[in-house]
């Protein structure tokens, strides 16, 4: 059974950094893209980032490249979204996500969750 678990999410002031994690385990990754998604309250979920397992290559949104970096440690089953710079409108619930169709900004193209950690930003 897979299962995805974030943590790190809390309550900071804009500027600050945060470091979000996701243990992932219950299958082997080797061929899977992982990705962090978030959503606001009233609005859609919306891609943030995503990374091959194998390889590492990278995929950012607009809104976030160059602020946010996502890397993963294989041998601990974890990837990680350092989040620095925050600003008021990064505030969201985070959502760790795995899939099987490649690097994709579509929630759809992944096939697991986790429960989402909530990270806010006053201003």
């Known amino acids: 059974q897979v299962q995805l678990v974030e943590s790190g999410g809390g309550l900071v002031q804009a500027g600050d950094s945060l470091r979000l994690s996701c243990a992932a385990s219950g299958r082997t990754f080797s061929y899977y893209t992982m990705a962090w998604f978030r959503q606001a309250p009233g609005k859609e979920r919306e891609f943030v980032a995503a990374?091959?397992?194998?390889?590492?290559?990278?995929y950012y949104a607009d809104a976030v490249k160059g602020r946010f970096t996502i890397s993963r440690d294989t041998a601990a089953n974890t990837i990680y979204l350092q989040m620095n710079s925050l600003k008021p409108e990064d505030t969201a619930v985070y959502y760790c996500a795995a899939g099987s169709s490649g690097l994709s900004r579509r929630p759809g193209a992944y096939d697991y969750w986790g429960q989402g950690t909530q990270v806010t930003v006053s201003s």
């Open positions: 990374i091959t397992w194998s390889g590492g290559r990278t």
